[in-house]
């Protein structure tokens, strides 16, 4: 009976679908219908296509982007590179099982290899899941270097390390942990950018340090110069393993490849996602060679993880992102979004401050963002607020000047009527 009622309400569904103009409110209604309402705070606007910098709507209308797919599209959307790459694997071969031997998948993983501090690369879909391996693998370590009693991982109040059940209990932040209570246990957290309490904080529970080298979900925090040093100092007195969450702030977007290298310091493990493959998607652990040993056969894996095609556009994303002449781009290009960002702050006293490095900013205000964020949608720029008072910008970093200066603009004119 249920089974009938349901395919009646499909069908008129159906029906109305054809009937009903597909507009942005349109696609409102059917995302409240029909999904999970998980994800608070969306902006009404369905996207259709996308092309550098711009993304349009379902009724023809284009954005300027600069919550970039949350770093996703370093490269920019449809980017010619990723889209041959895409097609030319798409004809060939999706998937196949890791009881075979994946050519591209050994191939981006050997790119990463010479580019990175790591000796061997494991990849899986996502961000969360590249963390939940990483923590995996040091508590495997730990017990095979005959330590069983270490444990326990150190993070960052404030961090975002993903959603999965172990993830959110890495994350330091409450509100992430919020009604999924129990936690899983063996996380401790300790204030960002301090080397005091997390030295004290170490004991003979714990098996490694895991923090972002710059905080991203968070509001944009980067630690004062000596943090990501001083980490590593605290691991090796410990024996302990560092591992950096580089999956907002890899690949470029700080204007080194990873952002750890700003201190010329190497973790034991690392993890990437987000733009790895220019938006299809992916995770990767990095570690060193004697670290990795420890996923021996059996050990772990991951259906989809490493697949022929994240991995095949991967190597044409990843030469892009780790090209000499694209790091210059973003470092010249985020520069001049620093100044610009400093002009702006000037002008309105409203802006209390400004953080961030290379590519990635955020704008604290002394009032809520999101009416800005909303007359900046109106106004064709996107914009992604991570706290009540914070902006955060994520642009892809194909950006040009002009689109800086056309984003800064439509800021600027929005925080001017906001205050009228
Ligand atoms: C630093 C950091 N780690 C992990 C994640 C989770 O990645 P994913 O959403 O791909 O699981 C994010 C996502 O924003 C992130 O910024």
Redesign the pocket.
């Known amino acids: 009976m249920r089974c009938c009622w349901k395919s009646l309400q499909t069908l008129e569904s159906e029906r109305k679908f054809r009937r009903v103009a597909k507009n942005n409110k349109y696609y409102v209604e059917m995302a409240q219908r029909y999904l999970f309402q998980n994800y608070g705070g969306q902006l009404p606007m369905a996207v259709a296509r996308g092309k550098g910098c711009y993304l349009w709507d379902v009724e023809g209308k284009r954005y300027l982007d600069w919550i970039g797919g ?3 599209a370093n490269l920019g959307h449809a980017n010619p590179r990723i889209v041959s790459a895409i097609k030319k694997q798409a004809s060939r071969l999706l998937h196949v099982t890791n009881d075979l031997f994946i050519p591209s998948q050994i191939e981006l993983a050997k790119l990463l290899v010479e580019k990175t501090f790591a000796d061997r690369v494991f990849f899986c ?7 939940e391996t990483a923590v995996k693998l040091a508590r495997k370590f730990s017990k095979d270097q005959g330590r069983p009693e270490r444990f326990e991982v150190i993070t960052a109040k404030g ?6 059940l172990a ?1 959110i209990a890495a994350t330091g932040q409450e509100k992430v942990q919020k009604g999924f209570e129990p936690m899983p246990s063996g996380f401790r957290y300790v204030p960002f950018d301090d080397l005091e309490a997390t030295a004290k904080a170490v004991d003979e529970k714990t098996c490694a340090l895991f923090v ?1 080298p710059i ?3 968070g509001g944009v925090y980067v630690p004062s110069n000596g943090y990501l040093k001083g980490l590593r100092k605290i691991c090796d007195e410990n024996k302990i393993l560092l591992i950096f ?5 890899g690949l470029s977007r700080t204007g080194e490849l990873m952002a750890h290298e700003q201190e010329g310091v190497t973790p034991d493990i690392a ?1 990437l ?2 733009s790895l493959a220019g938006g299809v ?1 992916i ?1 990767a652990v990095l570690a060193r060679e004697e670290v990795a040993q420890s996923m021996g056969p059996g050990t772990h894996g991951c259906t989809f993880g490493g697949n022929p095609l994240a991995t095949a556009v991967g190597i044409a994303a990843f030469r892009r992102l780790s090209s000499p002449s694209f790091l210059k781009r973003v470092r010249t290009a985020g520069e001049y979004f620093q100044k610009k960002l400093n002009e702006l702050k000037k002008c309105h006293s409203t802006i209390t401050e400004i953080r961030g490095r290379g590519m990635i900013w955020a704008i604290d205000f002394s009032r809520p963002v999101r009416s800005i964020v909303e007359r900046c949608l109106r106004e064709g720029l996107l914009l992604n607020a991570t706290c009540e008072k914070t902006l955060r910008f994520l642009p892809p970093l194909v950006i040009e000047k002009s689109q800086i200066n056309e984003g800064i603009s439509i800021l600027n004119r929005v925080l001017k009527e906001e205050i009228q």
């Open positions: 949350r770093g996703t879909n996502s961000g969360a899941e590249a963390n961090s975002f390390h993903g959603r999965t993830m972002e905080q991203g979900e969450d580089e999956v907002q702030v993890t996602a987000k998607s995770g």
